[in-house]
């Protein structure tokens, strides 16, 4: 399986913004998870000024809202030529009134909490990548990177799908019973999203082993990922898993391409277009303990689909319809706010997004 970018689920780290000393809690925390990626002084002082912005804006104009931090490495295939350095991406999510004029909001000075208007601002200069999602009532949502090394973290823009996943363990556990993998094989882009029975650190085993199936294997034939990582299971308590795979490229006469899935347990996945939605079909049962006969569901791939898979942690009554220009930012944008509105909050929660790279994407 030809490695990519992030191509390896890395549970991200999440702190609670709710009064002012959580955030100096969140900014000390952020910072050491960089230093441990080798982030410089001077970068560890950027990444400070963002977080403590992210935050005082949360508490300003929302009350509340959340951080969510993870490692990410910049390599986007092994044969790219491209020097591996390491960053960290940053998710500042509230579910306050949203912000009217997005334009705006990063002209120095404009404010509506009375503050001197300079923290977007400051935002997007301490940035290497930046995107946002916000609505009136509808909240606000941004995706943050910094890397250790600007000069070898350039993005590389032939990657053909842009991908973002929210993953994050039952709150109290340290390791999450979910995770998700990726990667490309025969001109396909295939993701697996794994959920171990229960939570903590036996299901967190068995979900890792599918991952680790899934990065022998260098196929995207989805039926036969699900069959290996039955047997690779049989040794852990099992999981629910499911595997996707979209074309990498488009077909040469423009027609759609096909969306394969193969499903066992609660792992949901589909398809959503400006035009609708189509779910793919997963079937009862345990991976690594029962598993009747694995089977592929197909549907049509349209160039401006998403693919979202997440497993039984996420709500499954939701609905991308009601959030207005979502689907065009950036795929982690979309996860987190299913995520922020539909977590179970009673389970590990893991929510994978896809969709064709665009100008501007990772």
């Not at 990410?72 to 940053?90: H, K, M, N, R």
Request: net charge negative.
């Amino acid at each position: 399986m030809e490695a990519i970018l992030n191509g390896l689920s890395v549970t991200q780290r999440r702190f609670e913004v709710g009064d002012p000393s959580s955030v100096s809690f969140a900014r000390r925390g952020i910072s050491d998870a960089a230093h441990g990626l080798g982030f410089s002084d001077a970068l560890l002082g950027k990444l400070a000024i963002i977080v403590t912005e992210c935050a005082t804006n949360q508490l300003k104009h929302a009350q509340r809202g959340e951080l969510l931090v993870r490692p990410i490495v910049s390599a986007v295939t092994a044969a790219s030529g491209l020097p591996v350095s390491s960053g960290v991406e940053l998710l500042a999510i509230d579910s306050g009134p949203g912000i009217r004029d997005l334009h705006a909001c990063f002209v120095d000075g404009y404010t509506t909490a009375g503050s001197p208007g300079n923290g977007m601002g400051a935002i997007q200069r301490l940035s290497d990548e930046l995107d946002i999602w916000s609505a009136p009532g509808l909240g606000t949502m941004l995706r943050i990177v910094v890397w250790a090394d600007a000069g070898a973290a350039a993005p590389d823009s032939q990657a053909p799908i842009s991908y973002g996943a929210i993953n994050l363990p039952l709150q109290g556990e340290t390791l999450c019973g979910d995770a998700w993998t990726c990667g490309y094989a025969d001109g396909e882009f295939v993701v697996l999203v794994a959920d171990g029975l229960g939570h903590g650190p036996l299901a967190n085993t068995a979900a890792l082993a599918a991952t680790e199936a899934f990065a022998q294997l260098g196929t995207s034939n989805v039926v036969e990922i699900v069959e290996a990582s039955h047997v690779a299971l049989r040794a852990t308590r099992g999981a629910a898993l499911g595997v996707a795979s979209i074309p990498a490229l488009d077909a040469a006469d423009g027609a759609p391409g096909i969306a394969r899935f193969c499903g066992v347990g609660n792992i949901a996945a589909s398809v959503w277009t400006p035009s609708g939605h189509r779910h793919l079909v997963s079937h009862a049962g345990i991976v690594g303990h029962q598993m009747r006969k694995a089977q592929e569901s197909q549907v049509d791939w349209p160039r401006d689909g998403l693919l979202i898979l997440h497993s039984d942690g996420l709500a499954t009554r939701w609905d991308l319809s009601k959030y207005p220009g979502l689907a065009h930012r950036h795929p982690t944008l979309v996860a987190a706010a299913l995520y922020r509105d539909f977590v179970r909050g009673r389970d590990d929660v893991t929510v994978f997004v896809a969709r064709v790279a665009r100008m501007g994407d990772l």
